[in-house]
Every structure is written in structure tokens, then in C-alpha cells.
């Protein structure tokens, strides 16, 4: 703690109790009372370092606000103020939208982190269409011959995820099962990392299990719980997860 003290104090004489390069400190003493479970000092500091960085933003050059904003997003997210997090996200939309244009797999990411605010608040058919706008922005560059190929079925498996979790909220089941296997298939034939493949299979066997089809949950469980012994051994969560479904199956049915 002494430590993490000393460096804010350097910083402090070397830039400026409000200068914006003194939060990067702050921020590591932060994580250190976070971690503690101390957020009666956790809270507060957040919210200083909020104030240092909301205060800094007129002053900088554009890069350096670029950095700011995406800082203050972090901040605001684990403050749950999530208007605000939409709000840093947007202005830094804008910044990327002059650099990029509108329709480049970096709004694409933009797009998806203002789509979770929506998420976070409830509000689910405004995060469906920002999802979606994000999709419709990744299949379009998708169709360019420059785009790697192996990140681009990446971004599409992911929001294919997105979309299944925003309606799998709102009980939309067949539309969850929909872009879930949509996933899967892009998982299954191009990702070499199975951990990936486990949790979809596992997402979806959850889906059924949620509507009652314990017949078509119960093979994919085990599908997932045979990926999972090979790559994430007896003590992971989710091995664990599936072993719970799986054993309240068999006594469901006896």
C-alpha cells in the first residue's frame, strides 16, 4: 500500500494533483481496495478519479481524449452509471467515425459496447438494434478480399452470441437457438481453442433445458462436460455447471 501511495505522490509533484496522467496511479491504488473488498474507499476514489479525467477532456489534444474517454467508459461501467458510460462511449464513436468511417469493424466494437449499457439498464430491443447494426457492419466488410478472414468470422461468431443472449433474456428462444447454432458453426469448423466450442454447446443445451426439452439438453451437456474434461480439468466452474444438469436430468427422469 505504501508503495502505490509513494507513486501518486510522485506523480502528483511531477504533473499535478488534477492533471490526467496522475489517475493512472490512482487507478492501480484503486484496483488494490477493489480487490480488498474495501469499497467504502474504493467508491469514493472512483469517483475522484471520474472528476479528474470529466475535468481533463476539454484540455487535451484529441488522442490523449480518444484515451480519456475509453478510461472514463471502464469507470462508469463499474460505477453501474451506465448513461454516463453511454455517453463517453458516443463522443468516442464520433473520434473513431472521422478516422474510420461509419462502416468499420471498429464502430462495429463501439457499436457492441453502447449495445451492453442497453443490456446492463434492461433496455434490450435498443441493444438488439445496435447489435445488429454491428452485425450488418461486420458481414459488409466481411465481403472485402484485404479482411482477415479468421478475425472476421470471429467478430461474426460474436455477435451472433449477442444477439442469442439478448433474446434468450426476453424468453425469444427459437431466436436464441437460431443465431446460437449460427455461432456454433462458425466455432465447430474455424476455432481451434474448444473452450470457445464448450460454452456455446453448453449455451444452448441451457436453452433447451429453459423450455423444457431436458432430451435434446442432456447430449449436450455431456458434449460439453467431455470437451471440458479434456481442456478445463475436474475443477473448472463450468464442468462443474454441466455435472449439475446433468445429474438433476437423470433424477428429473427418474
Known sequence: LSIYKHIIEVMENTYGVNHFKTTYALE???LYYSRKGRDDIANPL????ISILENNLEYVDEDSRYDLLFQLSGLYSKAARYDDEERVLRIRMEILKKQYGPDSSIIARQLGFIAHTYTARGHYEKA???????LAIVEKTGKSNTINTS???RDL?????QLASIYYKQDRFDEAEHFSKKALAIEEKVFLYLHKVHM????IGNLYWRQGRYTEAEPLFNKSLEIQEKTGGSFSSWLASSFSYVAKLHEDQG
Open 28 to 30: 492501480d491504488l484503486l
Open 46 to 49: 472512483r469517483d475522484r478519479i
Open 128 to 134: 438488439e438494434q445496435l447489435f445488429k447494426h454491428a
Open 151 to 153: 478475425s472476421h468470422l
Open 157 to 161: 461468431s460474436f455477435y451472433f452470441i
Open 200 to 203: 456455446t454447446i453448453y449455451y
